[in-house]
């Protein structure tokens, strides 16, 4: 695929055209932008999922790498501090940015310009050169991070976590496309990122095919997956801690509930199985383990009522969102995790759930082929027939022991460690190619300020 490229970006790289230096300077703060969520929040609902978990987990591993970590994530109410140890090395910055609470995600535009000045208002506190790089994650933190990147001299690292042209290529019914000025949002920060971190190849692709990336600033990181927390354990022990009989067949879903994750697949695949094996009925528990989101407030009364009309609401059980132990034991429990989605960057459930050794059966979308290793961890379903998910999860049934196995090592070979290590290769490289301004604009017109007013500096506030 030729390389197409907007005049708005900057000349492109090409490895070894620029000579590194044998020691490549790391970074020693990132100003990490995570707007419309935080990380403090629990995963599992509203605006909170997987990209709350990468921030979480990388950040951590960064501060034991002795890379600083301030994250700024929109404040979203009064009762928050506006500076939060979340742990040693790592930074919680709640800005303020609009009304604490009853903001949507789609209004979030309008409140960027109060949120760039907070994260530059932080920022002119410090000595010039407070932060190496700027990492933002969603389209949302990419705007911020494009103005703090001018600002300050240093590169913007940008994961989209998820795209808008690719959602909307393949849009759940009921589920409303994702609009204009994120796409065109988006199409900017593509443009003006110093690297673009895809978590899958097809990402990668995504981005040079739909968003005209460079594909020499697009590279490959894939997420992990806590190893320590999703692990293997003693399966009755887990079930007994959930609430399931020892001789249930557990089938689990685990996500936001939204149109886009396509839980109701798994209640017509429920219904599927039930109907060919009415015996069925007295073992099988569907567990649902989540809460609406922003685009699903309506999704789990929609749900029951479905449960209903296929008649399988005595199968079903809805959870509320869980931390991770209480979630690794639910995957634990179950006997397949499925992942219907329409669409998904990359699916850490997939990840977690084959972590503790539980095949999955997923679409064959986005990151889920690279999540699951078909045929060996769990088995991929192409097209949205819920007779093509039954007949999967029968088979992962018939061999779940072999497949557990092949899960087990799938996970294994998935690790915040070494995504966290690729993360700063980027950063390095991306600091090597920018070349540190010593005195960047700002300061230095701060600087003329001082001189002419015989020394009281004015700030950059
Ligand atoms: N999650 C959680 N508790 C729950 C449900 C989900 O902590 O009850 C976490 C889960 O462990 C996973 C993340 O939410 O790490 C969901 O990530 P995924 O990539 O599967 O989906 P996304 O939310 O990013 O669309």
């Known amino acids: 695929m030729p390389a197409r490229r907007s005049p708005r970006q900057p000349t492109p790289w090409r490895a070894g055209a620029v000579p590194e230096p044998a020691a490549p300077v790391l970074p020693r703060r990132v100003a990490t932008l995570s707007v419309h969520t935080s990380p403090l929040e629990q995963p599992g609902a509203g605006d909170a999922g997987g990209m709350n978990v990468y921030v979480v987990e990388v950040s951590r591993r960064l501060a034991d790498r002795g890379i ?7 404040a979203t109410s009064s009762e928050q501090p506006p500076v939060v140890e979340m742990s040693p090395g790592v930074t919680v910055r709640h800005v303020s940015a609009g009304p604490f609470e009853g903001l949507g995600k789609q209004e979030l535009p309008a409140q960027m310009c109060a949120f760039t000045a907070a994260v530059l208002r932080e920022e002119a506190q410090h000595e010039p050169g407070h932060f190496d ?6 389209w949302l933190s990419g705007q911020v991070g494009w103005l703090a990147r001018d600002r300050w001299g240093v590169p913007l690292v940008h994961s989209a976590h998820t795209l808008a042209k690719v959602k909307n290529a393949a849009l759940a019914e009921g589920d409303e496309p994702e609009p204009r000025t994120r796409v065109i949002g988006e199409e900017q920060v593509v443009a003006e990122a110093d690297r673009l971190v895809a978590n899958t190849a097809e990402e990668a692709r995504q981005l040079v095919d739909f968003y005209d990336a460079d594909p020499r600033r697009t590279l490959v990181v894939p997420p992990g997956v806590d190893l320590d927390c999703f692990r293997p354990g003693d399966r009755q ?12 067949v557990v089938l689990l879903f685990v996500g936001r509930i939204q149109p886009l994750k396509a839980p109701e697949m798994l209640l017509h695949a429920a219904a599927r199985m039930l109907a060919t094996d009415p015996a069925l009925r007295d073992r099988l528990e569907v567990l649902v383990v989540g809460a609406p989101s922003g685009s699903g407030l309506a999704e789990p009364q929609r749900l029951q009522e479905l449960a209903v009309s296929l008649g399988v609401a005595d199968v079903v059980r809805f959870v509320p969102p869980q931390a991770p132990a ?31 050794g539980t095949p999955v059966v997923a679409a064959a979308v986005g990151g889920l082929p690279t999540a699951v290793d078909d045929g060996v961890s769990g088995l991929l379903v192409t097209g ?11 088979r992962v049934l018939a061999r779940r022991e072999l ?12 690790s915040w460690d ?36 015989g020394g009281n500096s004015v700030g950059g506030r």
């Open 403 to 414: 497949l557990a196995a092949g899960a087990r090592r799938h996970a294994a070979a998935f």
């Open 237 to 248: 022990a887990a079930r007994a801690r959930v609430g399931v009989a020892p001789d249930a």
């Open 418 to 453: 070494r995504t966290t290590d690729s993360l700063v290769d980027a950063y390095a490289a991306a600091m090597s190619e920018m070349g540190r301004r010593r005195v960047r604009p700002a300061h230095r017109a701060a600087e003329a300020v001082r001189l002419l007013t």
């Open 133 to 138: 790089v700027v990492h933002s994650h969603y």
């Open 68 to 74: 600083a970590v301030d994250v700024f994530t929109r």
């Open 326 to 356: 209480q979630l690794a034991d639910h995957y634990r429990a179950a006997d397949v995790a499925v992942v219907p989605s329409h669409n998904e960057s990359f699916g850490l459930v997939a990840l977690e759930a084959q972590a503790c």
């Open 384 to 394: 949205r027939d819920p007779e093509g998910y039954a007949a999967a999860i029968r």
